[in-house]
């Protein structure tokens, strides 16, 4: 009921009318390590459910940075995980966010966010940062409804992900999750860097 709530409040920042089932929690968070100190980025986290997952995995090693830009729900995920390093902000100022907690590399990058209310230009600047943080040995990952896969906003980010990593993986669909969805996992970012650091492909060209 929280979380419809919030979709009725602001339907284009959470951009679902309820959270993810378990199961899609599951395949999603897979890729956070079980061993080792990784940085461990998590946006639009919305009522924590890939946050249980992913602090399932960390086992209390490593850091967990959730951004979120609804207040209410970065209130809510801060009381229920207090190992959880939640920020009140939007994704397309990820660089700064990490680097107000010093830190400038993320391992693996997890998103919940609502692709499908995102315009072109958001979609590139949210990516556009992610690129920029994520190790070139990491991991992104995001999903997508089934229903909508075929739908202009879904194949915008599609052909947005294989523009910006080497590899891109479609999960299985999960078919318990209400409504069905599935999973990208991107690895190896690419970059080129220039005077100002590194920065994806789409946004050099756009500088030429």
């Known amino acids: ?31 956070v390590p079980a061993t080792g100190s990784p940085v461990v980025v998590e946006l639009g986290p919305g009522t924590g459910a890939f946050t249980a997952p992913i602090q399932q995995r960390l086992a209390g090693s490593g850091r967990h940075l959730a951004v979120e830009i609804n207040p209410r729900f970065a209130g809510r995920l801060a009381a229920l995980h207090a190992t959880v390093e939640v920020a009140v902000a939007d994704a ?21 966010l609502p692709w ?23 991991v992104f990952t995001t999903f997508a409804y089934v229903h909508a896969r075929w739908a202009p ?22 078919w318990t999750n209400l409504p069905p969805a599935l999973v990208y996992f991107c690895r190896r970012p690419i970059t080129v860097v220039g005077p100002q650091g590194a920065m994806d492909l789409s946004t050099a060209a756009g500088h030429r």
């Open 116 to 138: 499908a209310a995102f315009d072109e230009e958001l979609q590139r600047n949210v990516l556009s940062e992610v690129v920029a943080v994520i190790q070139p040995t990491g």
């Open 153 to 174: 906003p879904a194949r915008r980010l599609h052909e947005a992900l294989r523009s910006r990593f080497e590899e891109v993986v479609v999960s299985r669909t999960v």
């Open 92 to 112: 397309t100022a990820l660089r700064e966010v990490l680097a107000q907690r010093g830190l400038d590399r993320a391992d693996v990058v997890v998103s919940g």
């Open 1 to 31: 009921m929280s979380f419809f709530l919030e979709f009725l409040r602001s339907p284009l920042t959470v951009g679902a009318v309820r959270p993810s089932g378990r199961a899609l929690a599951e395949l999603a968070t897979a890729a």
